[in-house]
Nanobody, 127 residues
Framework: QVQLVESGGGSVQAGGSLRLSCAAS????????MGWFRQAPGKEREGVAA??????????SHADSVKGRFTISQDSAKNTLYLQMNSLKPEDTAMYYC??????????????????WGQGTQVTVSS
């Protein structure tokens, strides 16, 4: 089991920045994939960014809609996942969720690849 707790959401104006954090606990070593997803009212939950661990290396993946603006990173020593969000737009407004998966070979940005989810943190961007 893996427990995930997000923090760092809030309200900002367009062009602003936020950094989301996700504190992981439990059997985190077995989670080779960690990701951020978001869900706006009336829309499907979509993958934003993911980090995939291969032995001692890792790689990241970002959705096209956030490339160049958002950056996912991980501090393994602290078991914490981050999402740095810059140049925020009103369309980034959503509930943001942290997720963990044992494997995500089916797609690192696919909701169905993930086994564990946090409760979410709200991000609101005003124009």
């Amino acid at each position: 089991q893996v427990q995930l707790v997000e923090s760092g959401g809030g309200s900002v104006q367009a062009g602003g920045s936020l950094r989301l954090s996700c504190a992981a606990s439990g059997n985190t070593y077995s989670s080779r994939c960690m990701g951020w997803f978001r869900q706006a009212p009336g829309k499907e939950r979509e993958g934003v960014a993911a980090i995939i661990r291969y032995n001692r290396d890792s790689t990241t993946s970002h959705a096209d809609s956030v490339k160049g603006r958002f950056t996912i990173s991980q501090d393994s020593a602290k078991n914490t996942l981050y999402l740095q969000m810059n140049s925020l737009k009103p369309e980034d407004t959503a509930m943001y969720y942290c997720a963990a998966a044992v494997y995500c070979s089916g797609g690192a940005l696919l909701r169905t690849s993930y086994d564990y989810w946090g409760q979410g943190t709200q991000v609101t961007v005003s124009s």
